[in-house]
């Protein structure tokens, strides 16, 4: 009874490899997120889609590109991956419009770039 | 650029005592202030929110103190626990809901 899951939950690779993290959400929400997290643990957003729809697109490298097949799932899909790119992702999922906007996180998923 | 700054980046307090995590943001358009906690290996979680519209919020052992006209916030652990020793986060929320989180406070509840 996950309400936010993400795979792998471990992700090792070279540089220069293409890699995809993916993200389902089982609370019914109509917005997702997708979140970096660095070795200094400073969490900044990356994207954020509503109903399928992008609406948060900070300064990410174009490398990086988020699909969103339904309401229930986010995908992350990393191109040519560097060294910059390690750190822990996080999906993220919540009602647009709430007064309270309570965002869940998934569980993370680790990205090692050797 | 829309900032929120946290302090301090980390903490040790004995248990039974209160520990004090403070938060700064610059956007008066800000709506919305949520303290997060995260535990090693795991997602953040909501652990307390705040609108604007109040000074204090209190659940539990845990409360925000807010001073809108400082753009400031707090969240107060009091009692503090060795189960309580994680990471904690500011945040505040701006437009299109996107929430802008602090530089986190790493919190160690000695026993």
């Known amino acids: 009874d996950t309400a936010v899951s993400q795979t792998p939950k471990y992700l090792v690779t070279q540089m220069g490899n293409d890699k995809s993290i993916k993200c389902e959400q089982n609370?019914?929400?109509?917005?997702m997120y997708w979140y970096k997290q660095d070795s200094k643990k400073f969490l900044k957003i990356m994207f954020s889609y509503n109903n399928k729809e992008l609406i948060i697109n900070e300064t990410v490298p174009n490398r990086f590109s988020p699909k969103s097949p339904d309401k229930a799932h986010l995908n992350l899909h990393i191109n040519s991956l560097e060294l910059g790119d390690s750190a822990v992702y996080f999906c993220a999922s919540s009602q647009w419009g709430e007064s309270t906007d309570t965002q869940y996180f998934g569980p993370g998923t680790r990205l090692t770039v050797l | 650029q829309q900032q929120v700054k946290q302090s301090p980046q980390s903490l040790i307090v004995q248990k039974g005592g209160i520990s004090i995590i403070n938060c700064a943001y610059e956007?008066?358009?800000?709506?919305?202030f949520p303290w997060y906690q995260q535990f090693p290996g795991k997602g953040p979680a909501l652990l307390i929110a705040i609108r604007p519209d109040v000074s204090e919020k209190k659940e539990g052992r845990f409360t925000i103190s807010f001073n809108k006209s400082a753009k400031q916030f707090s969240l107060h652990i009091m009692d503090s626990q060795p189960g309580d020793s994680a990471t904690y986060f500011c945040?505040?929320?701006?437009?299109?809901?996107?929430?802008?989180f602090g530089s986190g406070t790493r919190l160690l509840v000695r026993p």
């Open positions: 956007n008066t358009a800000f709506d919305y």
């Open positions: 609370l019914g929400h109509d917005t």
């Open positions: 945040a505040s929320r701006g437009s299109s809901y996107k929430l802008i």
